[in-house]
T-cell receptor
């Protein structure tokens, strides 16, 4: 059972570069979300989606874009990377009921911006 | 507004002794409360969830948590720690469909 799959696991970027973090789930979950995890701060919600074609902002959306063209995939885009975006990024999904339901997490993408 | 405070950033126990990880929350409405565990280089895994059905919630791996509304607390306990319990633990409060707040985490160390 794959669950939530994130790629890549590690990435190093230079300031100003763009990249897309991939997230796919095979549980037919409607709700998907992206978080960033920084030392001493827990996880903070970046963007979320309640279904294909629907996205919305979370607590810290600036500098990130998302789209949801299929139920399975929810990519996160950094258009112009900044050192402040160095973090560990987690994708999560849950069944109907959204964020109040238990979340299934991927193993994370560790991103460094130089 | 809602928030979560985990009262200890680091807890160290000996194997076989009880575990107590403390969490206080603030919420304007009846919250859903969760505890998640994160092992090194892994994503978060749900330990247990409170949704008002019962104040004492049992989770996986022998963990349980008690919801105390009067104290706005949701502390996580386990009677006997195992080496495999060493990990980071997060208390989470959720209200509605788009507001989920994580505590800063408590790192649990288990000594042989």
């Amino acid at each position: 059972n794959a669950g939530v799959t994130q790629t890549p696991k590690f990435q190093v970027l230079k300031t100003g570069q763009s990249m897309t973090l991939q997230c796919a789930q095979d549980m037919n979950h409607e709700y998907m979300s992206w978080y960033r995890q920084d030392p001493g701060m827990g996880l903070r919600l970046i963007h979320y989606s309640v279904g294909a074609g629907i996205t919305d902002q979370g607590e810290v959306p600036n500098g990130y874009n998302v789209s949801r063209s299929t139920t399975e995939d929810f990519p996160l885009r950094l258009l112009s990377a900044a050192p402040s975006q160095t973090s560990v990024y987690f994708c999560a999904s849950s069944s109907n009921g959204g964020i109040g339901q238990p979340q299934h997490f991927g193993d994370g993408t560790r991103l460094s911006i130089l | 507004a809602q928030s979560v405070t985990q009262l200890d950033s680091h807890v160290s126990v000996s194997e076989g002794t009880p575990v107590l990880l403390r969490c206080n929350y603030s919420s304007s409405y009846s919250p859903s409360l969760f505890w998640y565990v994160q092992h090194p280089n892994k994503g978060l895994q749900l330990l247990l969830k409170y949704t008002s059905a019962a104040t004492l919630v049992k989770g996986i791996n022998g963990f349980e948590a008690e919801f105390k509304k009067s104290e706005t607390s949701f502390h996580l306990t386990k009677p006997s720690a195992h080496m495999s319990d060493a990990a980071e633990y997060f208390c989470v409060v959720s209200v509605g469909n788009n507001d989920m707040r994580f505590g800063a985490g408590t790192r649990l160390t288990v000594k042989p």
